[in-house]
């Protein structure tokens, strides 16, 4: 297959070109360099681009975002060192959630088509969630509150609240609070 032929190229971007290449050297230079240190100004990075992000957001160096204007993030969010949002769709995010370092969240794939074309689907994670490192989260994944994904967990499909899961399948090993902290903790 001559993959110059491939549909799907720029079909995400929902933006035009010149926004797209900006972003992409003001992304290398605020939000991905290693030595800025400061996350107020890869927030205010992210904003500018078009990003919804809440207040007491932490971003630690190295974190990726492929197209801000498709992210939005909620309140007291902490975002891991070298965390990576290939957002090709929309990833929203409830507040108080962690991704630790290293966690890659992707919402595009070619669902193994023959003519390699790009298919989409959002992220959607729900408050109190907590993915450790490494953790990959595929498109079209719905996390439910407090849930806890443990290093290095494959996320995908529909993952109920409250839940602890690890491995390639995402397979539950059990709950993250006891029913009575966790219910007071939805109050």
């Known amino acids: 297959m001559d993959l110059s032929k491939a549909p799907g190229q720029r079909e995400s971007w929902d933006a035009p ?8 050297a ?18 205010r990075t992210l904003r500018a681009f ?12 190295r974190t990726r975002v492929r197209f ?9 969010c902490w975002i891991g060192e070298g965390a990576w949002f290939h957002n090709q769709d929309h990833i929203r995010v ?8 290293e966690s890659f969240l992707t919402t595009g794939s070619h ?20 993915l450790t490192a490494r953790c990959i989260v595929l498109g079209g994944t719905e996390i439910g509150q407090s ?27 059990g709950q993250r ?5 966790y219910d007071a903790g939805r109050s």
């Open 177 to 181: 609070f006891k029913l009575g902290d």
């Open 111 to 130: 669902a193994h088509r023959r003519d390699m074309a790009l298919v989409t689907r959002p992220i959607r994670i729900h408050d109190g969630v907590w």
């Open 26 to 43: 003001v992304e290398l230079l605020l939000v991905t360099n290693p030595w800025q240190v400061s996350s107020s100004l890869r927030v």
């Open 147 to 173: 849930v806890l994904a443990k290093p290095m967990t494959i996320v995908q499909g529909r993952v109920a609240p409250n839940a602890v899961v690890e491995g390639p399948r995402c397979e539950p090993v």
């Open 68 to 76: 801000p204007w498709k992210l939005t993030i909620g309140d007291n």
């Open 50 to 61: 078009g990003a919804r992000i809440g207040s007491n957001v932490v971003f630690r160096p």
């Open 17 to 24: 070109r010149w926004k797209v290449y900006l972003w992409g």
């Open 94 to 101: 409830g507040a108080n959630v962690v991704v630790s370092q």
